[in-house]
């Protein structure tokens, strides 16, 4: 672009550019970069931001009982995988009750079952499922045989169900798709749709945010090998 195409548009930002905020660490106060692990609690629904050496320090699988102290800690792992053979019947998804067409599915230790969250407008909700309806049916992919409890979820997007909650455009044009992912990208997805949702069916800057969001899963996800998680029909 010319020189006087960037004065040009300069004239439009009438926002000024946002204070650039210095992400810490939620154990030691190190500085942060950007892009940084998460430890969590089980049973606790918040994320604490750590740096590398506290990542592995406080990792209760890592520092086991015989460490000098159980932290109760987990460290959020960064894989991303995606199962290439998922499929996902309408009434294997009805029987979920879900009312949207994008959902995550996580293993809580400290809890019987499954929970399903669902991005809203408000926030994540959360419902407990029966073992029995997710192993029909979202469960039934090799991806929940290598699910860490507390720490990854599965991440399902649905095609459209017809224009209500949060189904979009982008969800049209795919078929259903299952990813496991670290638990710290659902809470990415949470807040992406309670920052930018607008109205009754979310508005173009929703969609988009949404979008590039699968587009990054995608860009990150490995596809499943055949040796990777047990075959569970
Ligand atoms: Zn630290
Ligand atoms: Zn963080």
Do not use: N
Not at 125 to 135: V, W
């Amino acid at each position: 672009m010319s020189a006087g195409g960037v004065a040009g548009l300069r004239r439009f930002l009438v926002a000024r550019p946002a204070p650039v905020v210095v992400e810490r660490c939620d154990l030691c106060a190190a500085e942060l970069p950007g892009e940084h692990g998460h430890l969590v609690r089980p049973g606790e629904r918040a994320l604490r931001c750590a740096c590398r050496p506290c990542s592995l320090l406080f990792d209760a699988e890592r520092v086991g009982t015989d460490g000098a102290f159980v932290t109760g800690y987990r460290t959020v792992p960064d894989r991303y995988r995606r199962d290439p053979a998922f499929t996902l019947t309408d009434a294997a998804w009805d029987a979920l009750q879900i009312p949207v067409s994008t959902a995550f599915f996580l293993l809580d230790s400290t809890r019987d079952g499954v929970l399903a969250c669902y991005p809203s407008p408000a926030g994540a909700t959360e419902s407990e499922l029966g073992m029995d309806s997710f192993d029909d049916g979202v469960g039934a992919t090799r991806l929940a045989t290598l699910l860490r409890p507390d720490v990854e979820a599965l991440l399902v997007r649905r095609p459209r169900d017809g224009g209500t909650g949060i189904d979009g455009p982008a969800a049209l044009r795919c078929v259903s798709e299952c990813f496991l992912v670290p638990i710290d990208a659902c809470y990415r997805l949470v807040g992406l749709v309670r920052t930018t949702w607008k109205g009754f069916d979310g508005g173009a800057a929703a969609w988009a945010a949404i979008d590039g969001f699968f587009a990054d899963v995608r860009a990150r996800a490995r596809d499943l090998r055949p040796d990777e998680g047990v075959p569970t029909r």
